[in-house]
């Protein structure tokens, strides 16, 4: 397997809730380091220009309000195969669906309110990643 970086995202319902370190506690378990690292708030516009791939959906403006509504903290995850190991961490999208021992299963509150955000390809990851974080900011 390769080493691969990925976007992770702690999002409002989770930092308001004071779960950082627990949710971080799963990455760094399962062997996922995280390399980079920020507490931020975003702005409306910003959460829409993130979330942009999503423009038209029904869910986009619920989403990108939700996301401008209170802290997050973004960072970097590295390891084996961290895009699908991450995603595999995080659980389904729907807290309900998924797997028991998934973050989102346990602290997930809603469909959108589901506590973490993963970046779901190699190449979205480098993407997102840009979008917080320049390279200097990573530290392997």
């Known amino acids: ?34 390399i980079a690292q920020k507490r931020l708030q975003l702005t409306k516009s910003q959460a829409e220009k993130f979330y942009e791939v ?4 029904a869910f986009y403006n619920s989403l990108c309000e939700y ?10 995850l590295c390891g084996e ?26 602290f997930g509150q809603s469909i959108e309110h589901n506590s973490v955000h993963g970046s779901d390809s190699l190449e979205n990851a480098e993407i997102e990643i840009s979008f917080f974080f320049s390279q200097l900011e990573i530290v392997e």
Do not use: W, Y
């Open 81 to 106: 195969d961290a895009v699908a190991e991450n995603r595999k961490i995080m659980g389904s999208t729907n807290p309900a669906n998924a797997e028991v021992g998934t973050i989102r299963r346990d």
């Open 67 to 76: 996301m401008a509504s209170a802290p997050i903290v973004v960072q970097v």
């Open 54 to 57: 999503h423009r038209g959906k």
């Open 1 to 34: 397997m390769l080493e691969q970086r990925t976007l992770s995202i702690i999002k409002p319902d989770a930092t308001s809730r004071n779960l950082v370190g627990a949710i971080n506690s799963r990455f760094e378990q399962a062997g996922l380091r995280i």
